[in-house]
């Protein structure tokens, strides 16, 4: 929901507009489909891990960006003939990504932060990249209006265009619940889901 909800409820994402999601576990996985659903033509994924890339990819990212060893700014100026980037999402949860999407985006452009950190910590970001009409705002859960959201998300599931079995990485039980938290800590998973039997 969160990471739909961004694409589809907040970003105002216009048929043709570029697209820089940052950060690629389930949240920005699900906000690349968001973008994808709402007709985003280029929709720019950006992470430190190749397998999450890969899978972004999959799922409606045009490009993948690995912000160990590219510029994901510079990649997003690239990709947009050097305007910016029209909407950016957070959703890594760390000050580099907070200070990629404020460089990425266009001037007039949309930022969204879905990602939090220590909320005793501060963020630094460069004058520069705060100015020119940028928009920015940090949203929770997507802006989500269950009765009207879940339904969507259950029909976009049930006619394929939200590809949500490709998030599940493993499928445990109840027992096992403090493994599933150690693979999301350790990155080796997107989800688990506990089934009970
Ligand atoms: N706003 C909300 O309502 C809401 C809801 C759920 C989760 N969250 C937050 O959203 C964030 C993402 O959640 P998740 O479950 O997908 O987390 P996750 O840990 O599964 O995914 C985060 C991803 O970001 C990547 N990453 C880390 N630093 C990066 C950087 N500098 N540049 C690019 N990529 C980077 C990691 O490799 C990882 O793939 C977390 O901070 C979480 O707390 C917010």
Not at 23 to 42: D, K, M, P
Not at 151 to 162: E, T
Request: with cysteine; charged share 25%.
């Amino acid at each position: 929901m969160t990471g739909v909800g961004a694409a589809l409820n907040l970003g105002a994402i216009a048929r043709g507009d570029s697209v820089m999601v940052v950060g690629c576990g389930a949240v920005g996985l699900s906000a690349v489909q968001g973008a994808r659903l709402a007709g985003a033509s280029v929709i720019i994924a950006v992470d430190l891990d190749p397998a999450k890339l890969a899978l972004a990819r999959r799922l409606g990212a045009t490009h993948g960006i690995n912000a160990s060893s590219d510029d994901a700014v510079a990649a997003g100026k690239r990709e947009t003939c050097g305007r910016g980037v029209d909407v950016v999402i957070e959703s890594a949860g760390s000050a580099a990504a907070f200070r990629t999407t404020t460089g990425a985006v266009r001037p007039g452009g949309q930022v969204i932060w879905l990602g939090k950190i220590d909320v005793n910590k501060d963020v630094a970001f460069r004058w520069g990249s705060l100015m020119q009409e940028k928009r920015i705002r940090r949203v929770s859960y997507g802006n989500a209006r269950p009765r009207r959201d879940f339904p969507l998300l259950a029909r976009a599931y049930l006619d394929g265009s939200l590809m949500l079995d490709e998030l599940i990485s493993r499928r445990i039980t109840l027992d096992e619940i403090n493994d599933g938290f150690g693979a999301l800590k350790r990155g080796e998973a997107i989800r688990s889901v506990i089934t009970f039997d």
